[in-house]
């Protein structure tokens, strides 16, 4: 019987007392080797693109000599005007990545020794660089599936009290749904709507007219018949059949459930979308080594801008222009 790639020794290439064996100036030269990859790991200006720079044995900075720009390894990037060392961020990403279903601000915190804000807002950097990048569309064949999340009701105690929970009127009206399109053997997207019936537009904006759709019996995919070729399950009857099924986005709403119940135990309407995006990476790239996905966290944390929701978060009370940033998570521990 063949070995499952996650119990094999490739799928474990980074060790994270390694990384936490490094020195500042050692996780310095790796960031900065990861970040400026396109140079061969040799630094320039992140404002103009020029390659002459001037350093200081004072700081750990560069000057542009062309438009005189002072920059550090994380200038620009989602760790900037940053109070933790260097070490502690790749550290940070390290843990991230190791995380099968995923890892709470709680469980983060304490391994960094942090408080839960910093970790909070540090692990929704990291799931910000996970989010899909680029506008293109799926292609081929592509599942199509949605799930609930949230909005739980409590029973309560006495039989005769409970209320029927399915019910629109005994519910908290806090419930959303994840609309997942999978593309087999390429990627994921999630998206985050009011209800299932709503992805449709969604599914039509985000997959080519050219794909192969597979949804299941709900009477609301309907619709894409007119525009897409069209197989569909009956999950009553089978799982799969004649070719049709939505096994892949079934996996994808599999993982995310348990990183729900076991790890966070609850997703924060506000920041849902955040966390699907985080499983679909997780689902896009299963089959990477450990070592493989932290290089791939680490250069997609340097490559991204300054966010606009998440610098200086617990530093306002209102989001600044452009932020998208709805509620405090103050409220919502992981």
Request: hydrophobic share 35%.
């Amino acid at each position: 019987m063949p070995q499952h790639f996650l119990l094999s020794a490739a799928a474990r290439t980074l060790s994270i007392g390694e990384v936490a064996r490094l020195s500042e100036e050692e996780a310095r030269r790796v960031f900065q080797l990861i970040r400026f990859e396109a140079n061969e790991g040799q630094p320039f200006c992140v404002r103009c693109g020029c390659v002459a720079l001037n350093s200081y044995k004072c700081r750990p900075i560069w000057k542009c000599k062309a438009c005189g720009h002072q920059f550090s390894v994380t200038s620009g990037t989602i760790f900037a005007d940053r109070k933790l060392p260097v070490r502690d961020y790749l550290l940070a990403i390290a843990i991230f990545a190791n995380g099968a279903k995923g890892i709470s601000a709680l469980q983060l915190g304490r391994d960094l020794c942090v408080q839960y804000k910093t970790a909070f807002v540090l692990a929704h950097k990291l799931r910000e660089a996970m989010a899909p990048q680029g506008e293109a569309k799926l292609d081929g064949t592509v599942e199509v599936d949605g799930g609930y999340f949230g909005g739980h009701v409590k029973p309560e105690n006495r039989i005769e009290d409970r209320k029927d929970r399915r019910l629109l009127e005994n519910q908290s009206g806090k419930k959303r749904c994840v609309v997942v399109m999978r593309e087999r053997g390429g990627r994921t997207l999630p998206f985050v709507v009011s209800s299932e019936d709503v992805g449709v537009p969604v599914v039509r904006a985000k997959v080519e007219k050219s794909a192969e759709l597979h949804a299941d019996e709900a009477a609301h995919w309907n619709v894409l018949h007119a525009h897409y070729q069209v197989r569909r399950i009956h999950h009553g009857k089978a799982y799969s059949a004649d070719g049709a099924c939505t096994n892949q986005a079934e996996s994808f709403f599999s993982r995310m459930r348990r990183s729900e119940i076991g790890v966070h135990h609850h997703f924060s309407g506000p920041y849902l979308q955040a966390y699907a995006e985080e499983s679909a990476w997780r689902e896009d790239n299963r089959r990477a080594s450990n070592g493989r996905q932290f290089q791939m966290l680490v250069s997609r944390a340097a490559q991204l801008p300054v966010s606009t929701r998440w610098a200086r978060y617990w530093q306002r009370s209102k989001p600044s222009a452009g932020s998208t940033r709805q509620g405090s998570p103050a409220h919502h521990p992981e």
